[in-house]
């Protein structure tokens, strides 16, 4: 597999978290280039290290991961996006920018990255260079993630209040997407 293979994939990895970053910015009141930096890490740390780790679990484990990522991944976008219209809706005394505590954002870099421990197990069936695969990974989803808070926030400025619903929506839908996806009903 060549670089040009590798970047495609890491486009398609970091379409998700891109999605979920653009969900954030739509939701927070003042942009700070933190809140870019935070999404950037732990969005693209994780989809660096999810590879890694199915690369070396390898060929035992890939069954049963490959068979539950999608609901996993389901489970956690409808829990988080469903809070956030429920904090949109019937509203909630905590901070808009309180979204990208630590907790916050570890669960949902996990739920957008479980894909890319399935991709890391395939890798150990060709013989990919996973460092390098990794690299782009982490890289190319930092810089989507990044941008997508920054977008989230041009348009979440124009939609005033209704950018917590908006981005609860994104959440949950992303949520659907990728579970219709897997269950092969698209």
């Not at 990919?128 to 990974?137: G, H, K």
């Not at 993630?145 to 992303?174: E, H, M, N, Q, T």
Request: charged fraction near 10%; proline fraction near 2%.
């Amino acid at each position: 597999m060549g670089v040009i293979e590798l970047i495609l994939i890491s486009v398609g990895l970091a379409m998700d978290a891109f999605a979920v970053s653009l969900g954030k910015g739509l939701t927070v009141c003042n942009v700070r280039p933190r809140y870019a930096l935070s999404a950037g890490l732990w969005f693209g740390g994780f989809q660096a290290l999810m590879p890694i780790i199915g690369y070396f679990l390898g060929h035992s484990f890939a069954g049963v991961v490959t068979s539950v990522d999608h609901w996993i991944a389901f489970a956690l976008l409808v829990l988080i996006g469903g809070n956030m219209l429920r904090e949109a809706i019937w509203g909630d005394d905590e901070q808009q920018d309180g979204d990208f505590a630590p907790r916050k954002m570890f669960v949902m870099a996990v739920a957008t990255s479980i894909d890319a421990l399935a991709i890391g197990v395939s890798m150990a069936f060709l013989s990919v260079n996973i460092w390098l695969a990794a690299f782009i990974i982490g890289v190319t989803t930092f810089l989507f993630s990044a941008c997508g808070v920054l977008l989230g926030r041009l348009f979440g400025a124009r939609l005033g209040s209704k950018s917590g619903l908006v981005g609860g929506l994104v959440l949950v839908c992303i949520g659907v997407k990728i579970l219709v996806e897997h269950l092969g009903l698209l």
